[in-house]
């Protein structure tokens, strides 16, 4: 994830300062554990400053409005009761080429600033502190105290002491080209490391544009440095700084990121605002996506990992159980050739009444032949309990694994993040085995507006919406809420899969390329995607049903017909790519 450096803090401020400067603070609120937003309010509109200390994603931009949600953190409730219905009046950098930022606030633009907020874009060591006039900390994102830092702590009460100061030389625009040239190739090495060490205000990003402007290589070293080499790299080192001085920058989107300069290549986004917001949002989206993907991912397979061992357990005491009429036979022979029996037998060999052929019982010859014979009934009539016993906690861990096979599956589906919805439909996942009492529901969850996820939503070759559930509860909607009398439902036969809908018009009828187009979807969006061919059944949705206390996203059926599906011919017969409602 790209970080915010110095270039993209100068850019966002000098924005916030044309456009946002004084404005009156009207709410506080907390998004999350590392992001805060401000309501500011100008005579040009209202809107809301992000203030986050994320440790990849730290950052001071105009962000999208927060969610109407309660806001329980203490953090932002101390900055409200301070800060609410005062004039953010002044946003200056506490030392030049620092990554920190002073808020002031005050009764009014133009006098003295009663409180300070300060943002440190620092990385990992990134926090805001509130402090009053005096410079005293009231209140802070995160304390730190001196067993977690030697040099500086932050904790409430405290004086504010500023970061510890850089120590690499200063960028200035006016300096001779031999000196910067000397100072970059004083010790050998590779360009991007000895501009990064030289200079303060730089970041990996800018130096690889800068080297990359000049024709370069980021590893070539500096030895190996044409004369001309250094003139086209100075040019652009002199572009940077104009850039910085004039405060004219130039926002778009890269290839692996995005930009505030004008070198290479970039689609131009209309202010350093919304290319931040959108970056960082997507980007904590995915990594969220990615965590709670392969958190959920190894849950499921656990938890199934134990139902099947359990299962074979259960699979195996009923074979054994199969023995229990062996053991009533051999009694009832024993019983009937009682005559037989001689103290000290050991075994005895008995015609058997049905087949006439000799069977060898087994005996204790401690027991007589009546005792060994009742053994032999108790030792049925345990089997035969146990039969019992086991067939419904088979069929139950059964059930619990088909269900879990479900969820799997459409965990499977949601390989990689796309669009907000995959997040969304990943977090209903979550909440789906939380309900169900497979995960516990912790306080730390991604607070959202319970925005729901729609399904996927495709086009037939005869032009007819085709929708595929993403998870249990967007099936249960699609079977038993969307569904009308005229659609045709699908799914793959006797495996986990979603349910997917052939939406047709009253009176329209589908051809066979859009049952086989449906087809081919449920069998893409099932547990047997990687096989060439998979059975897929389709009925009205009138004959669909859902088991009384069955668990989401399971459905019985009947009046089907078969077709054979296809995951692999899916993609080439996609009309369109998978489109979120929303």
């Not at 850019?11 to 609120?29: D, H, M, N």
């Not at 009761?81 to 506490?94: S, T």
């Not at 005559?339 to 401690?366: R, S, Y």
Request: contains cysteine; charged residues 20%; glycine residues 4%.
């Amino acid at each position: 994830m790209q970080p915010v450096d110095f270039t993209t803090l100068t850019a966002t401020v000098a924005e916030l300062r044309s456009g946002w400067l004084p404005a009156r603070i009207e709410q506080v609120y907390q998004r999350d554990r590392t992001t805060l937003a401000l309501a500011l309010r100008t005579l040009n509109g209202r809107d809301w400053l992000t203030l986050c200390w994320h440790p990849q994603a730290a950052r001071l931009c105009i962000g999208t409005p927060p969610p109407r949600l309660p806001d329980t953190f203490t953090f932002s409730d101390q900055l409200r009761h301070q800060l609410n219905g005062l004039a953010l009046a002044r946003i200056d950098a506490i030392a030049p080429w620092e990554r920190v930022l002073d808020l002031q606030f005050a009764q009014r633009p133009g006098e003295p600033a009663l409180w300070h907020l300060y943002v440190e874009i620092m990385g990992k060591y990134s926090n805001v502190i509130l402090t009053d006039a005096n410079r005293q900390i009231v209140t802070c994102a995160y304390q730190v105290s001196d067993r977690q830092s030697s040099y500086r702590t932050v904790q409430t009460g405290q004086p504010y002491e500023l970061p510890p100061p850089l120590v690499a030389a200063t960028p200035h625009a006016d300096e001779p080209q031999a000196r910067w040239q000397e100072r970059i190739a004083l010790i050998p090495g590779s360009l991007e490391r000895q501009l990064l060490k030289s200079y303060r205000g730089l970041s990996p990003t800018v130096v690889k544009q800068l080297i990359a402007a000049a024709g370069l290589a980021p590893q070539q070293s500096t030895e190996t440095l044409a004369q001309s080499d250094w003139q086209h790299l100075f040019q652009r080192w002199q572009e940077w700084c104009e850039v910085l001085a004039t405060e004219t920058f130039y926002p778009g989107w890269t290839e692996n990121g995005y930009t505030v300069l004008p070198w290479g290549e970039s689609r131009p986004e209309k202010n350093v605002q919304t290319l931040l917001d959108r970056y960082y949002t997507q980007q904590l989206a995915r990594q969220s996506f990615q965590q709670l993907h392969h958190q959920l991912a190894q849950k499921l397979n656990s938890l199934l990992s134990k139902l099947r061992v359990k299962a074979t357990t259960f699979r195996d005491r009923l074979n054994s159980s199969d023995a229990a009429e062996t053991y009533r036979d051999r009694a009832d022979l024993l019983m009937a050739h009682l005559h037989l029996w001689q103290p000290g037998l050991k075994v005895m060999t008995i015609e058997d009444f049905t087949t006439c052929e000799p069977v060898a019982i087994t005996l204790n010859p401690e027991k007589n032949a009546v005792q060994n014979a009742q053994a032999l009934y108790k030792q049925y009539q345990k089997l035969k309990r146990a039969r019992f016993a086991v067939e419904p906690l088979l069929q139950a861990v059964s059930e619990e694994i088909d269900y879990l096979e479900q969820v799997e599956t459409a965990l499977n589906a949601l390989d990689n993040y796309a669009a907000d919805d995959d997040l969304a439909a990943l977090e209903e996942i979550r909440e789906e085995l939380i309900v169900q009492g497979y995960l516990e529901a912790t306080k730390d969850r991604n607070r959202s507006e319970n925005n729901e996820s729609q399904p996927y939503r495709y086009v037939s070759p005869s032009g007819f919406e085709v929708w595929v559930g993403r998870n249990n509860r967007q099936n249960d909607q699609l079977t038993f809420r969307t569904a009308g009398e005229y659609d045709l439902w699908f799914h793959a036969q006797e495996i986990a899969g979603s349910h997917v809908l052939l939406r047709l018009l009253p009176g329209a009828a589908a051809e066979e390329a859009d049952l086989q187009f449906a087809a081919d979807l449920a069998a893409h969006y099932s547990r047997g995607r990687a096989s060439d061919r998979v059975p897929v059944i389709y009925t009205q949705p009138k004959y669909v049903y859902k088991p009384k206390g069955a668990k989401p996203g399971i459905a019985v059926y009947k009046q089907e017909r078969v077709i054979w599906g296809s995951a692999a011919r899916i993609q080439t017969l996609l009309v369109s790519e998978p489109l979120s409602f929303g």
